[in-house]
């Protein structure tokens, strides 16, 4: 027996796929640091900082901690090409993990050694979308064959004793 679809009609193959992908991609991301010129950072990217061990030491009256590198948001440039961060996580010089919760960092452009900002890895995002999108549509797939396409012919006598 061949259930008839909630919708009135089958979905195509190619229709679950496509809302397979689309939600694979809207769902996940690879995301990635790429060296970036501090002149090149607009405000709100996230950007993660590496201080230099000068820097380092300077900042320490205003981070409370001798920072090794800084994640967060740029809030805005000086004009002495300094940066103010609002971080979320910062790494001290011993390699402590910090949560930030101070509020915004204003980092001198004297005391940074790499400046990255966070980007899409299209590949790995691709990739990674391209494998849940197949495992998804697999098992839809295999769930409507089953739904749709009944059970076969059975063999067999029935309840009672075979003649």
Request: aromatic share 4%.
């Amino acid at each position: 027996m061949v259930l008839p679809s909630p919708l009135g009609r089958r979905p195509s193959h190619r229709g679950v796929a496509r809302v397979s992908v689309a939600l694979c991609v809207l769902l996940t991301g690879c995301y990635s640091y790429q060296v970036a010129p501090p002149a090149s950072l607009i405000e709100g990217a996230e950007l993660r900082l590496r201080i230099t061990p000068d820097g380092a030491v300077a900042l320490t009256d205003a981070a409370g901690l001798r920072l090794q590198t800084v994640d967060g948001r740029l809030q805005q440039r000086t004009a002495d090409g300094a940066l103010v961060v609002v971080p979320s996580d910062v790494t001290t010089i011993n390699g402590d993990a910090v949560t930030w919760r101070r509020g915004a960092l204003t980092i001198p452009a004297s005391a940074l050694e790499s400046t990255q900002h966070r980007a899409l890895n299209r590949r790995r995002t691709t990739t990674f979308a391209g494998v849940i999108a197949g495992v998804f549509t697999g098992a839809v797939y295999f769930t409507m064959r089953s739904i749709w396409g009944g059970g076969g012919n059975t063999v067999g006598s029935g309840p009672g004793t075979p003649e």
